[in-house]
């Protein structure tokens, strides 16, 4: 598993915070600049307007409306940091209150556009004894409608605000390191708890790939001993077997004239053969070999089944009922290996159901596939014995009523069929559900 570039996005974090930090800054510095102005635009208007009012437009050109005009904008002007100017009528040049004339071409391109405002550069704002940075230039006029119309003019340095630019820049830049420096160390803790995460998932992993490992290993050898055990049996059975057979045969012409005699020879040669049969089969498989397929009907399998455990079930008093349904697809199987199977799980059932117990054993297909389920209302499982059941030698059972084999080979001869078995809880309140599945045979119609 990749591990997420943790620091990368921390620090893509940090940059795109800082940079609208510093554009938000940017912004609140540019709007307080342009307030500094419109106050000296204010500034100016309110200057000319009062001379205006109280000398009244006529007395305007005297020489007494000039003393009062230079006294008035002497009011405004700060030493250092407002400078008043005027331009009388008729004159090119602006000069101080003091007389000084002052040659500025932004001042007086603004004064032409009639601009409100108008922004210094460092060196002008030096050019007119302010200090040498950024000014703004309120303009106004005073007079007008009349011939003698009075230009003033009121310079401000904006040391103040841009003092207070910095004072926030630097506080920002403060503040943007000491949350990066938190950022980074969160980030720094999160990236060092999610290696050891990591580290201890791949540790996990690494344990439960061993775990899985190590159970292979403690199933195969189970199997390769179930294996050596089926060849063993099957050699030391065939011995008797055979003995069985020959004095069966030696006893047919003895019970010629007894027909319910002859029906017991009879069927000990039968079962005589399935069991040279399934053992042969046996061999076969674990000699890893493949099953001798026939296409089957489940109805004769599960009836055929059932015959043969007809017996156990009466003795036990337990009932057997089936659930066949109509006409179900045909499976592909050894039917004497498969029917082996079915009677392995039946009998389970029969074992797990107390007297006057029932045993359902029901065929379901949907065309893709076929089910055979037997349900019992016996003491039913847990989910930890239902994963167990079917591994070699495992029993709930007493010695003498059970090996751990039954489930174990009916579980191999599943496989072999390329089917799946499963345990579950028989859904009431007790009983146990066992399903073998196997793919339905795809029947082809004559054209």
Not at 199 to 225: F, I, S
Not at 289 to 309: C, F, H, I, N
Not at 315 to 327: A, C, D, G, H, M
Not at 362 to 369: L, Q, T
């Amino acid at each position: 598993m990749r591990r997420p570039p943790i620091l990368l996005l921390i620090l893509l974090a940090i940059v795109a915070f800082g940079a609208v930090a510093v554009w938000d800054e940017r912004r609140e510095a540019s709007a307080a600049l342009e307030d500094f102005a419109l106050e000296q635009s204010a500034l100016a208007r309110e200057a000319a307007a009062a001379l205006t009012a109280e000398l009244g437009s006529a007395e305007l050109g005297s020489e007494h409306g000039r003393a009062h005009f230079a006294r008035v904008l002497g009011a405004v002007e700060q030493k250092g940091s407002v400078l008043a100017l005027l331009r009388q009528p008729g004159a090119s040049d602006l000069r101080t209150l003091g007389g000084k004339p002052v040659r500025l071409a932004t001042i007086d391109a603004a004064l032409l556009r009639g601009d409100k405002w108008v922004r210094l550069s460092r060196e002008e704002a030096a050019e007119l004894g302010l200090p040498a940075r950024l000014a703004i230039a309120g303009l106004a006029t005073a007079g007008a409608g009349t011939k003698d119309v009075w230009r003033v003019a009121t310079v401000a340095t904006a040391l103040r605000v841009r003092d207070r630019e910095a004072r926030a820049m630097s506080r920002l830049i403060l503040g943007f390191a000491l949350t990066s420096a938190l950022i980074a160390g969160f980030g720094l803790l999160a990236e060092s708890k999610q290696k050891k995460e990591l580290a201890l998932a791949r540790n996990l992993a690494v344990a439960e790939a061993m775990q899985v490992r190590d159970e292979r290993l403690v199933r195969a050898d189970k199997l390769a001993t179930l294996g050596a055990l089926a060849t063993g049996i099957a050699h030391e059975v065939s011995t008797p077997l055979g003995v069985i057979v020959g004095r069966a045969e030696q006893l047919l012409p003895r019970v010629a004239s007894d027909e319910r005699a002859q029906r017991s020879v009879n069927a000990i040669l039968q079962q005589a053969e399935r069991i040279t049969h399934i053992v042969r089969a046996f061999l076969r498989l674990a000699r890893g070999g493949t099953p001798s397929l026939e296409k089957v009907s489940p109805a004769e399998l599960a009836r055929a089944a059932m015959d043969l455990v007809e017996h156990r079930f009466t003795k036990s008093r337990v009932t057997l009922t089936n659930e066949i349904q109509r006409n179900p697809p045909r499976v592909a199987c050894d039917p004497k290996l498969f029917e082996q199977v079915l009677v392995n799980l039946l009998l389970n059932a029969c074992d797990a159901c107390a007297e006057g117990g029932h045993v359902n054993l029901a065929i379901r297909g949907d065309g893709e596939r076929v089910a055979f389920v037997v349900t019992d209302d016996g003491h039913g499982i847990t989910d930890d014995v239902a994963t167990r059941a079917t591994e070699p030698f495992f029993t709930t059972k007493s010695e003498e009523a059970g090996t751990g084999l039954g489930l174990a080979i009916a579980n191999e001869i599943v496989k072999h069929h390329h089917g799946e078995l499963t345990l579950t809880s028989g859904g009431r309140v007790r009983g146990t559900r066992a399903t073998v599945e196997l793919a339905a045979v795809r029947e082809v119609e004559n054209a």
